[in-house]
């Protein structure tokens, strides 16, 4: 670590408020869908918090992310509010795409969250488009594309790495290398040992760092965003990490080596980065538990409008339509 960069308090705080509010809606999601409340499909983050936390302290309101079905962290971390989160993944009018996109398509321009996509891989050429766009109109805007390690394996993945190479679009691709795509080991799919040796092929920085670690997440991400802001083009993030509750709500895990699981829940990256912060007096014991309890409510809060909400009307079904019948 003594090369790495260290951010200042502030910004180690803001990186643990953006983990603990992906972790306590997880735990929330995860036991009202349990419980019979909610019916939807989900897909938890868990294990993951700390990759677009660290990324997104160095994102500006503006700045735009593309994510996956699996990005639900990555819309929280960069600001979509929780009570359109919950009410889209309810499937309620007053979601943040009126109840039509789910879990699987969640959008919130105002947010910088330009589109999630169902598609894998898709988030790449998409960021593309969008940093093509800032580029001609000479805005100061950078867009992160998150993906996973699955992805890496598919044509968009090189052809989105050549066409930002050659055009140097202000774009950072974060591949969340989570050990698994879908039910399959990245041993057995991939034949590169890293995800960012791809890079090479493209001329562009390539780097491996540990996703689960907030101040080596946070030194490449912010060396990664200021090249792109700069004009200097694309870096692949390849950021390794762990899912806890594996690809979808209900999956059991039998594919999973003995005892995988419970050795990377032992190094839950939340709890060690609290106590961290308590250590290094970065934060206090009640400033952080405050910091929580105020989460809880938020959730609370965000859960009641979601459930209060009322459905789509059917002659939705005609509306934000390419072409009406």
């Not at 953006?18 to 989900?42: C, H, N, W």
């Not at 983050?45 to 160095?58: C, D």
């Not at 891989?121 to 390690?149: C, H, K, W």
Request: negative net charge.
């Amino acid at each position: 670590m003594s090369s790495l960069i260290m951010p200042d308090s502030d910004t180690l705080v803001d990186i643990y408020r953006k983990m603990t509010l992906i972790k306590q809606s997880d735990e929330r999601f995860r036991s009202v869908i349990m419980a019979g409340r909610l019916v939807s499909p989900y897909y938890s983050p868990r294990g993951q918090e700390v990759i677009p936390s660290a990324t997104s302290v160095n994102l500006t309101k503006d700045d735009y992310i593309c994510t996956i079905y699996r990005g639900v962290h990555d819309m929280l971390a960069k600001g979509v509010p929780s009570k359109l989160l919950w009410a889209e993944i309810a499937g309620k009018a007053t979601g943040a795409c009126k109840g039509k996109g789910g879990p699987m398509h969640i959008t919130h321009p105002e947010s910088g969250v330009m589109v999630t996509t169902g598609i894998v891989g898709s988030s790449m050429p998409i960021a593309n488009g969008l940093a093509l766009a800032s580029q001609m109109a000479g805005e100061d805007r950078v867009t992160v594309a998150y993906f996973g390690d699955g992805a890496a394996n598919i044509g968009a993945f090189h052809e989105a790495l050549n066409m930002a190479s050659i055009w140097k679009l202000p774009v950072v691709f974060v591949c969340q290398n989570n050990g698994y795509g879908e039910h399959t080991q990245y041993t057995k799919s991939t034949a590169v040992a890293n995800v960012a040796q791809r890079a090479a092929a493209y001329q562009i920085p390539g780097v491996t760092v540990d996703g689960n670690d907030p101040i080596a997440m946070w030194n490449a991400a912010a060396t990664a965003i200021e090249r792109a802001r700069s004009g200097l083009g694309p870096t692949l993030i390849e950021a390794k990490t762990f899912r806890f509750y594996g690809h979808v709500m209900g999956d059991m895990d039998s594919y999973m080596g003995a005892g995988e699981k419970a050795y990377a829940m032992s190094k839950d990256p939340v709890p060690l980065f609290r106590s961290w912060l308590i250590a290094q007096d970065h934060a206090s014991e009640e400033s952080l538990a405050a910091i929580e309890a105020d989460f809880e409510k938020e959730i609370d809060e965000a859960l009641e409008f979601a459930m209060s909400s009322p459905n789509p009307d059917v002659d939705e079904l005609n509306q934000d339509v390419w072409a009406a019948r």
